[in-house]
């Protein structure tokens, strides 16, 4: 513990331990790194928001700052009653989660959350957005909207393109880690039928499949009224996970 006190750094995101440079200090041994190179060296910051907008400071500006884990996105309460709403300008359903036939995985919590579009995705737009999703790490809550150029185009044609997209595909970032699984994911017809309230245990093939979905018997325990499920198919295109495999 005291070898933990004197010079571990624990964060969810992360581990560090870093000598505390003392030459005497008899809790951790002498640096062997050029002293004046070690004294350059900080620990890795939080995440620390801007005020008043919705995107983090540069790790420039917050690096050799005293930070704290307050702003980690997981603990932000986004969407906890029901008066938040998603910024997405529609209601999710299951034949705009069939129209992407995408979902990502949050980093944090492993449920899978569904990509929506009121129109169906062609190849192309199909294949930039699970590129995109592939290069990214996502967390329950995101939005994709801060990606959306505000009208004059970049040099960069990939990045025009990601913008067009998210134009028009949309994640429900009124949802966070704490949230169940989404209706439409089941609705959409193209994904595993997983635990409803976990996200992660799968339905095994010999179970029957219910008129409540699916949870695993961890889940089950103190769960009284299981959701029902509502009965429709919707034609989708083909399914892509996108996520922490
Ligand atoms: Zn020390
Ligand atoms: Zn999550
Ligand atoms: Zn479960």
């Known amino acids: ?73 997981s603990l932000q309460k986004k969407g906890v009653d029901n008066k938040v709403t998603n910024d997405m300008g529609f209601s999710p359903n299951g034949q705009y989660a069939a129209n992407t036939g995408t979902v990502i995985q949050c980093c944090e919590c492993s449920k899978w959350r569904v990509l929506y579009c009121k129109r169906k995705l ?40 990601v913008s067009d997209l998210f134009k028009h595909v949309k994640v429900n970032n009124k949802l966070n880690c704490n949230n169940s699984m989404e209706v439409s994911y089941y609705s959409c017809n193209l994904y595993e039928d997983l635990c409803f309230l976990c996200g992660i245990n799968e339905r095994e093939e010999t179970e029957s499949q219910e008129e409540c979905y699916y949870y695993c018997s961890e889940c089950s325990v103190g769960i009284k009224d299981k959701k029902k499920r509502k009965k429709k198919s919707f034609s989708g295109g083909s399914q892509s996970k996108r996520g922490r495999l």
């Open 122 to 161: 062609n190849t192309n737009e199909n294949s930039l957005l699970n590129r995109f999703l592939d290069s990214i790490e996502y967390t329950c809550g995101d939005s994709f909207n801060h990606l959306i150029a505000d009208g004059g185009n970049s040099n960069d044609v990939e990045s025009d393109d």
């Open 1 to 73: 513990m005291e070898f933990f006190n004197h010079c571990c750094h624990s964060r969810h995101y992360f581990f560090e331990i870093r000598k505390c440079g003392i030459e005497t200090c008899n809790i951790c041994k002498p640096i062997r790194s050029d002293p004046e190179t070690f004294f350059k060296l900080h620990n890795l910051p939080d995440p620390i928001p801007i005020i008043n907008q919705e995107h983090y400071k540069q790790f420039e500006d917050v690096y050799g700052t005293e930070t704290t884990e307050d702003f980690r996105p």
